[in-house]
């Protein structure tokens, strides 16, 4: 059973940037694809960004151009990089992985990002 680790999150004033980082313990080919969601209070758990394949890559409208998503496959690992972040990004950020044959069926515990005004 492969397990997802996220780390990084933290508190940071609006403006800032942090680097989320997610950690399998278990081998996740490349073709399958990772993601980064987040939950805000009192709202459902959202899409963020994901990766497959090593580059294929899509963002909800409201970070993209702000948040990059990436991958180390060597290392199991994949990373969101956010820039410009604004206090309506914060969450708990969640990753995920596909590992069967259907959607997101592997989740990380969360990180929690706080963005102050």
């Known amino acids: 059973q492969v397990q997802l680790v996220e780390s990084g999150g933290g508190l940071v004033q609006a403006g800032g940037s942090l680097r989320l980082s997610c950690v399998a313990s278990?081998?996740?080919?490349?073709?399958?694809?990772m993601a980064w969601y987040r939950q805000a209070p009192g709202k459902e758990r959202e899409f963020v960004a994901s990766?497959?394949?090593?580059?294929?890559?899509s963002y909800v409208d409201s970070v993209r151009g702000r948040f990059t998503i990436s991958r180390d496959n060597a290392k199991n690992m994949v990373f969101l990089q956010m820039n410009s972040l604004k206090p309506e990004d914060q969450a708990v950020y969640y990753c995920?992985?596909?590992?069967?044959?259907?959607?997101?069926?592997?989740w990380g515990q969360g990180t929690q990002v706080t963005v102050s005004s």
């Open positions: 990766i497959r394949s090593g580059w294929v890559r």
């Open positions: 995920a992985a596909v590992l069967g044959i259907g959607g997101y069926d592997c």
């Open positions: 278990g081998s996740i080919p490349s073709t399958n694809a």
